[in-house]
């Protein structure tokens, strides 16, 4: 692609190659993207749980007061100055998104882990959920986050899966029994008592359906960890401590199939 920038032009080469990633995994870094925090990232092993995006929501607020204060003093070329501050916070996003990729593959690296992303396919469409969420949600570049963690992934030898992601924000990761949102970021079992993080219990159940933990209702819809053909041995414990992920290219009768 040929473009021009403030007065210059570029080439942008698009260059594939092919990479080995591992069919072994020590742990697994479970993401659950929202718009609350772009990704919410949980190891199975310990549940250590990081969350990513406040920079992000900090930099589209600002611009979207900039925006607002252009249209109110209507400058004789507001357009072409709303071009230029949107062009400004579209390189700091992206900037962000590339720092938080690498901090996750990196994350993966150190503990060998296979990572595994909540499909987002289809959020924007028939979920309405009101005009503020609505707004941070459609606003949030989940894709442009998941497609440069596969690419630095892969760069480093590492599997990334999308899990699908259907009930896991109102499920318990503990007991599998469903649960209530008190609030938009806090999650409440009544059966079990947990009382955690939304986002967070969201990442385990996400890792835990890619383990095939819960046979209802996280398992129900299926999921495929590595590459299709292949499965997922673990040791069905109360307690995923210890995690041997194991990935074949042969499938053998009897074992289950994620």
């Known amino acids: 692609e040929l473009v021009r920038r403030d007065g210059d032009w570029y080439v942008h080469l698009v260059v594939k190659r092919s990479v080995t990633v591992a069919d072994e995994y020590d742990d697994v870094l479970a993401i659950d993207m929202g718009a609350r925090w772009v990704a919410t990232c949980a190891f199975l092993s310990d549940r250590k749980t990081t969350f990513y995006g406040e920079e992000v929501r900090r930099i589209r607020e600002h611009y979207k007061q900039l925006r607002k204060s252009i249209g109110n003093s209507k400058p004789r070329q507001g357009q072409q100055v ?32 296979v990572i595994v992303v909540g499909d987002l396919g289809g959020i924007r469409k028939d979920n309405d959920k009101g ?34 992601e259907y009930d896991t924000s109102k499920t318990c990761n503990r007991c599998a029994c469903e649960g209530v949102r008190a609030t938009q970021g806090r999650f409440e079992c009544p059966d079990c008592g947990l009382d955690d993080n939304a986002d967070k219990n969201g990442a385990l159940n996400i890792g835990k359906r890619a383990l095939g933990k819960f046979s209802k ?37 009897g074992t289950p199939r994620l």
């Open 217 to 253: 209702p996280l398992s129900e819809a299926g999921a495929v960890l590595a590459q299709p053909e292949t499965q997922v041995i673990v040791h069905r414990d109360d307690e995923p401590a210890n995690l041997s992920v194991s990935v074949g290219s042969t499938p053998s009768e």
């Open 131 to 164: 005009r503020y969420v609505n707004d941070k949600t459609h606003k949030m570049p989940f894709a442009r986050l998941l497609n440069y963690i596969e690419y630095k992934a892969h760069d480093a030898g590492i599997d990334v899966q999308l899990i699908d």
């Open 82 to 113: 709303v071009e230029r501050i949107g062009n400004a916070e579209a390189r700091k996003v992206d900037d962000r998104l590339h720092k938080i990729a690498r901090r996750i593959v990196e994350d993966a690296q150190e503990r060998n882990a």
